[in-house]
């Protein structure tokens, strides 16, 4: 009788099949390779998600004058080494200030965390009660309101003009998400905004980001028609002007357009 043809299968006590050897020395190592690759392109062309700071390890306290419009901000003595400047002010979660806003105009103590990205500051409120104090006593009420600079109390405008960039909002974009833009944090961006967290556009002059706050007409919050294009490239027409050393930009309804 023919003896019948031996199958070929892995039995780990003997020789390993021919094909098996092939497969295990050429095809394996070709498919890991590939994979390893791919992976390293992907990343390589991925954007950037940003040099935004998220200071959560230290709790920090700022003095300065409240301004509430068009959103809280902290005129601050000292942002760190001696440089005086506006830090916007947000609450924790998706969630603007709305606290604290009868102190407008008074010297106030404000403590929190900070978040950073190109220049642009953002300060994170504690939970507690005494976040944001004021520092003068009420007797001192008239004098705090004195030392606010002229531009935190009055806009200077600039004119009309046309803005090209992305809106976003402004604390993820300053490091609380990472990317903190783009068509993939569309929804959180919008659900911070909705929120109370201020919408930046970020634009680009000579290489550098330029960031400006975005209202409506009248200086409140930005029209909620206006939502659809959050994280998106565009471009945003309106009346420019700067407070507090800070650009906004007053946007009409039908104002921001697709690119």
């Known amino acids: 009788m023919e ?43 991925q954007p950037s998600p940003g040099a935004g700071v998220w200071d959560t390890s230290e709790v920090k306290t700022f003095e300065g004058v409240l301004v509430v419009e068009p959103y809280p901000m902290l005129l601050a003595d000292d942002l760190g080494e001696g440089h005086a400047g506006a830090a916007l002010l947000v609450e924790q979660g998706k969630f603007g200030v709305a606290r604290g806003l009868d102190l407008a105009g008074r010297r106030v103590r404000v403590r929190g965390n900070t978040l950073t990205r190109d220049g642009l500051v953002m300060i994170e409120l504690r939970p507690e009660v005494d976040a944001i104090a004021p520092e003068a006593s009420a007797n001192d009420a008239a004098s705090a309101t004195a030392h606010a600079p002229s531009d935190a109390r009055d806009a200077r405008k600039l004119g009309t003009t046309m803005l090209h960039g992305e809106i976003v909002d402004s604390k993820c974009y300053l490091g609380a998400m ?82």
């Not at 019948?4 to 780990?12: D, G, H, L, T």
């Not at 201020?198 to 909620?224: H, Q």
């Not at 206006?226 to 009346?239: K, L, Q």
């Open 3 to 45: 003896r019948p043809a031996r199958e070929s299968i892995y039995v780990n006590y003997l020789p390993t099949p021919r094909r098996f050897v092939m497969f295990l020395r050429v095809l394996v190592p070709v498919a890991l390779w590939s994979t390893v690759l791919t992976g390293l392109l992907i990343a390589w062309t």
């Open 178 to 259: 990472k990317p903190g833009a783009g068509k993939t944090h569309k929804a959180c961006a919008t659900l911070c905004v909705k929120g109370g967290i201020p919408p930046v556009l970020v634009s680009r002059e000579d290489g550098r980001a330029v960031f400006t706050l975005l209202v409506d007409l009248d200086g409140g919050v930005l029209d909620a028609s206006h939502h659809p294009f959050i994280g998106e490239p565009v471009e945003v027409r309106g009346e420019l002007e700067t407070r507090g050393g800070v650009r906004v930009l007053r946007v009409p309804v039908g104002g921001v357009t697709r690119r």
